[in-house]
């Protein structure tokens, strides 16, 4: 806390007897300002936020919001270099312990009986790492079969049963899905996250596939047996026979079933309020659906939020993000427009009973699907300090697949892009710099830290004209600060020059190759350059 200085008056009349009399003003505390960034939408902590302030008239919260694919990146490049411009942030449960490991998070030890107090011993084992607490549990989470009433009547298919004995198999599903779509559905079937883990790990689980990571701390890939493939071959094909949408981003999938062009959707409890409020859809929910000859497995975990190391007001940042986790209020305010189960029980109970009530006939069944998904059939992501490498990974295979990429040729890739990338860095330097698998400041990144646009600071670090010398100081500083590198690629596009390393090998999976080119893109990374893999069949020209 920073205060005004005091104010200093002495008496001529005292100074000459030889005595001294001060009189202080009253100090007047400056508002300090906790920068929070995160993924949700705006609307999902405003009242807590509100709230807060109005109780703590000298904390104000500053949202920083970027993309679910951005944060991560930003979080790295900005905290990881020792940027205090953000304060608290949304920390994904299983990316903890790698979070943790390089450095990107405040050791939260201290509050350990208060948060086992107000949440459950899987949410402190959750954003626990090593046996100290590094984050604050935000929310938990499940998964839901809605279906789109007016579109299953149309096709002649009676809406599934909300009791999870008489769980869809995908086999019926999807059956029912094409009938749906014959009949005059613009889609029969859609995920909400597509080609996110968090969504696709429940098939491969259900399958029999696995995780996709094995070994005692869950580094080594697993993600080329043949039910891995199976099951992505399962998924590429959804799109490629037209039953979902292919080329629609996450963000696009919820309003396209609002609108009444998805028959089957699998999706999150979030969707309640804005399907909730639509006079036109008529809803329902009914369980996850399963693979016949497996189990069923629905996807679980949510955000927690976590305070940066480089905070320049810890405690107040502590306070706002207990305030939206451990307090049962502000808990509970943290869903008034974002319907996912609060982590605090006594918030949970409250929210879950709101919920069930939110949507009438369609949200009925809620409570008692919930509380049997969570105790029965719900499964973590792996809680591993290779994670975060993991999912960036496969995230993109999932979207590779998408797209029309062959699951069986590609396999290989899938299992090589991972080995080598899953141990995280530690910490080398005060600033927190570090190589191997971070992903390079950009400038958006630095745009992002002063508040201006993209544009403004390529001009300033172009040296274009335009800008004063304040502003340019300012956007360099920040660069220098953030770790940003010019990209090599960009200035070869630029300058109409090349800057390529070429590196051929006869098999990237004889294990000295796959060192030597993981070596080579450490190198390349560390000047800026960009790595752009391709195979070759044996006997084909490079």
């Keep these: 806390m920073k205060y005004r200085p005091f104010t200093l008056r002495l008496t001529a009349a005292i100074l000459f007897a030889g005595a001294a009399t001060l009189s202080f003003a009253p100090a007047q505390a400056e508002d300090v300002t906790i920068n929070f960034l995160h993924a949700q939408n705006e609307r999902t902590y405003g009242p807590a936020i509100e709230a807060f302030e109005k109780a ?55 509050e350990t009986e208060k948060v086992t107090a107000a949440t459950t011993p899987e949410a402190v084992s959750a954003t626990s790492a090593n046996g100290k607490l590094y984050a604050l549990p935000q929310w938990t989470s499940t998964q839901l079969l809605f279906y789109n009433k007016e579109l299953l009547e149309k096709a002649g298919i009676e809406p599934p049963s909300a009791d999870p004995a008489k769980r869809m198999s995908w086999d019926e599903l999807l059956a029912n899905a094409k009938k749906a779509q014959a009949a005059g559905a613009k889609y029969g079937f859609g995920f909400e996250q597509v080609d996110r883990y968090y969504q696709l790990q429940p098939l491969f689980e259900s399958s029999g596939a696995g995780s996709g990571l094995t070994g005692e701390d869950l580094l ?149 699907l919930l509380a049997y998904e969570l105790s029965k059939t719900s499964v973590s992501r792996p809680r591993t300090i290779g994670y975060v490498a993991f ?57 992002l830290a002063l508040g201006i646009a993209p544009s403004t600071v390529s001009r300033g670090l172009n040296g274009q004209p335009g800008l004063s010398e304040e502003v340019r100081q300012r956007i360099v500083e920040t660069a220098a600060r953030v770790g940003y590198r010019p990209s090599g690629i ?53």
């Design 56 to 110: 703590n008239p000298g904390i104000k919260i500053r949202q920083q919001i970027v993309p679910f694919d951005q944060l991560n990146a930003q979080i790295q490049a900005r905290i990881g270099a020792g940027d205090d411009s953000i304060d608290i942030y949304g920390a994904d449960e299983p990316r903890v312990p790698a979070l943790a490991k390089r450095g990107l998070l405040k050791d939260l030890s201290s």
């Design 220 to 368: 080594t890939p697993d993600v080329n047996s043949p039910k891995w493939v199976e099951t992505l071959t399962w998924y590429g094909d959804l799109y490629k026979s037209g039953l979902s949408p292919r080329g629609i981003p996450a963000e696009q999938m919820s309003p396209l079933f609002l609108n009444g062009q998805i028959a089957y959707f699998v999706a999150g409890p979030w969707n309640f309020y804005d399907f909730g409020k639509s006079e036109n859809l008529k809803w329902g929910i009914a369980p996850h659906p399963y693979f016949t000859g497996g189990k069923p497995v629905t996807a679980t975990d949510s955000w927690a939020v976590g305070i940066s190391p480089h905070s320049k007001h810890p405690e107040e940042a502590l306070k706002f993000a207990a305030y939206t986790t451990i307090d049962d209020e502000g808990a509970l305010l943290t869903t008034a427009a974002n319907p996912l189960p609060p982590a605090n029980k006594a918030a949970f109970v409250k929210n879950v009973e709101e919920q069930t009530k939110l949507g009438g006939e369609a949200t009925a069944p809620y409570g008692d």
């Design 391 to 447: 999912e960036e990974v496969m995230n993109k295979a999932f979207s590779d697949v998408r797209n029309g990429a062959d699951p069986k040729a590609d396999a290989r890739p899938r299992r090589e892009a991972t080995q080598g990338d899953l141990q995280p860095p530690e910490v080398s330097g005060p600033t927190g710099a570090r190589g191997g698998g971070m992903p390079l400041a950009t400038i958006k990144d630095i745009a």
């Design 490 to 542: 960009a200035r070869a596009l630029r300058s109409k020059t090349t800057r390529t390393i070429g590196l051929i090998v006869p098999s990237i999976l004889n294990p000295f190759f796959t060192d030597l080119a993981y070596a080579v893109e450490l190198a390349a990374r560390a000047r800026g350059l960009q790595r752009h893999r391709r195979q070759f069949r044996r006997g084909a020209e490079p």
